[in-house]
């Protein structure tokens, strides 16, 4: 579903927000606080409304110079920050709130089905009051889900949570995109849930959005100040091939090449997102034979920044895939690094993400 | 105990306070909800306007009263046009004195529970399909029910003592609008102590009850705010 949006905010200074996203997956809006990022989601939603905005989602247009559609007339899920359910109603109340007020050829998902997933079977005659701050978001995003938006809205559902119910609820919102195969824009400023999460970036910066498309293109673009971030990092997309018993190790096929993570079995062809911090890779000339380091491959130097006098990073291509490194500018200048030569990363370690 | 007489002026007070607060609830929650939501800038000026009868002596709303509703003012004028009743010295014109006189402990006990819902709820409601009428019914009404409770309560009870409007606009016919507080009067006037205690005693006793029931089941609330 392609998304067209240009939204002119007027705050302190005028954000210029534009962009243009085939939101199949999850979209997530990434940048500083304060950037506007929930002012872009509550426009998308028409709760804001700005003059001289333009939205258009798949072919109906929502918002031009003459049409304004009202919240309730979007087939758009809300899940707010803090999880504001009814708090006069059950939690099976709340649910089939947006669900009787969709008609019944719209509807998507049963309300078994959204119960189900999100697991809310025991908690369905409580009062919201009597649920932990987990449960609230669940019962949120269940209560979204049942009136079958055509888009998920997520304005940092998991901000408010201590890191292991954020740990808890993330499987979740992982499935719900698998299984419900809607597509989800999620507000974050957090490294780690987008790492985890996202597909797509929408990257805002000084007031504007500075680009959209796929997160691991824009981690690793140097046009970008992602890039040149202290922590830096570039996604590698991997699936599950084989495990070898008596050294623990798990073989998976990436972009890169065959990766090798070790650790507990991992599920055969189960997907995972690889996280590679830029400080982790080092760069040698020839493929090091005696090292410790399992994951080496062949790479062509790409291009060269120096942040500052001390340090570089360096985008390089392996297997033609965009990764970057930090080094020193000792070390690239000892190794007479320059763009186009062909050297050897070594990745130190990597974090796995669901 | 009650003479059959203070019956009719305690059933006239319970009846006259039934139908303001059922008015003033009718009338006071749009208007309660403008005051929560709206963003005007003069929102204030109507605010004071709600406020004022907490202010005024009684005896001044009723003069005013008396002169819009008596025969040579604009609405007593109005009545006999068309052929009606005068609304002075009436049921019906205790009634419009009630609302007037009881309208700030209505309204601002509504305009605070609305207030106090916030927007997240409306949004919420409104981006799962509910229209603003739907949102309202569904969501607000049922949010604010706590203040619906101290609305009705102190309407009510608020009406129930009411004393200088009724002088000016009602005047003391028994069964139309000689109510409760004007029959203690006359019993004191007529030195019958006996009697202006007993309808006294009942009075705060019915008071006190219900803003007991009111303190009771709401934690939280404000009586009246100035």
């Known amino acids: ?354 | 105990m009650f003479s059959p007489a203070d019956l009719t002026a305690f059933f006239l007070t319970l009846k006259l306070a039934f139908v303001t607060t059922l008015i003033l609830l009718i009338l006071g929650t749009p208007l309660a909800w403008f005051l929560a939501r709206s963003r005007w800038r003069f929102k204030f000026f109507l605010e004071a306007l709600v406020a004022l009868p907490l202010v005024l002596p009684p005896t001044v709303l009723g003069f005013y009263l008396l002169l819009m509703l008596g025969n040579n003012g604009p609405l007593g004028y109005f009545m006999q046009s068309i052929g009606a009743e005068p609304l002075a010295f009436s049921f019906t014109g205790l009634v419009i004195g009630s609302v007037f006189y009881s309208i700030p402990f209505v309204v601002q006990p509504l305009q605070d529970a609305f207030n106090n819902i916030g927007q997240r709820p409306l949004e919420a409601a409104a981006m799962l399909g509910a229209s603003p009428l739907d949102r309202f019914i569904t969501v607000a009404l049922p949010l604010a029910r706590q203040g619906f409770l101290t609305a009705t309560v102190l309407g009510f009870a608020h009406t129930l003592g009411e004393f200088g409007v009724v002088l000016m606009i009602g005047g003391n016919i028994p069964g139309e609008t000689k109510v409760l507080s004007i029959a203690i009067y006359e019993h004191v006037e007529a030195l019958e102590y006996a009697n202006a205690h007993l309808l006294s005693a009942s009075l705060v006793l019915l008071s006190f009850l219900m803003l007991i029931a009111v303190y009771a089941l709401n934690g939280r609330f404000k009586v009246i705010r100035l």
């Not at chain 1, 243009?20 to 509550?42: H, P, Q, Y």
């Not at chain 1, 007031?207 to 890039?227: C, H, M, N, Q, W």
């Open chain 1, 1 to 354: 579903m392609r998304i067209t949006a240009r939204f002119k905010i007027a705050r302190a200074e005028l954000l210029n927000f534009n962009f243009d996203i085939s939101a199949e997956s999850i979209t997530a809006i990434f940048g500083v606080s304060g950037c506007g990022k929930t002012s872009l989601l509550r426009a998308i939603a028409g709760l804001e409304k700005h003059a001289g905005s333009k939205l258009q989602v798949g072919n109906e247009t929502w918002q031009d110079d003459n049409v304004f559609l009202a919240p309730h007339q979007r087939a758009i899920g809300y899940v707010f920050q803090e999880s504001s359910l009814f708090e006069h109603l059950t939690v099976k109340e709340n649910i089939e709130y947006g669900y009787k007020r969709t008609d019944e050829a719209a509807r998507k998902f049963s309300l078994e089905k959204i119960i189900s997933l999100l697991e809310l079977q025991t908690l369905l005659n409580r009062k919201p009051t009597l649920l932990s701050g987990g449960e609230r978001q669940r019962v949120a995003i269940a209560r979204a889900l049942a009136a079958s938006p055509k888009l998920l809205l997520m304005d940092e559902p998991l901000s408010s949570l201590d890191q292991a119910k954020k740990d808890e609820l993330l499987p979740y919102i992982e499935n719900l995109n698998k299984e419900m195969n809607i597509p989800i824009i999620y507000v974050s400023h957090s490294n780690e849930e987008i790492a985890r999460l996202a597909d797509q970036l929408i990257f805002i910066e000084d007031a504007v959005v500075k680009a959209s498309g796929p997160i691991s293109e824009l981690l690793t673009r140097s046009d970008l100040s992602l890039a040149h971030r202290r922590q830096a990092e570039s996604l590698i997309f991997a699936e599950v091939e084989t495990y070898d018993e008596s050294f623990q190790l798990n073989y998976l096929s990436s972009d890169l090449g065959t990766f090798i993570v070790p650790g507990e079995k991992f599920h055969t062809g189960r997907k995972i997102r690889l996280r590679l911090a830029a400080q982790d890779i080092s760069i040698t000339l020839e493929a090091q034979k005696n090292t410790s380091i399992l994951n080496i491959f062949p790479a062509i130097i790409d291009e060269l920044h120096a942040e500052d006098k001390a340090l570089l990073t360096v985008r390089l291509l392996i297997n033609k895939f965009p990764v970057l490194a930090k080094i020193t500018l000792k070390s690239a200048d000892n190794l007479k690094l320059e763009k186009g030569k062909a050297v050897f990363a070594q990745i130190k370690s990597v974090a796995v993400l669901a």
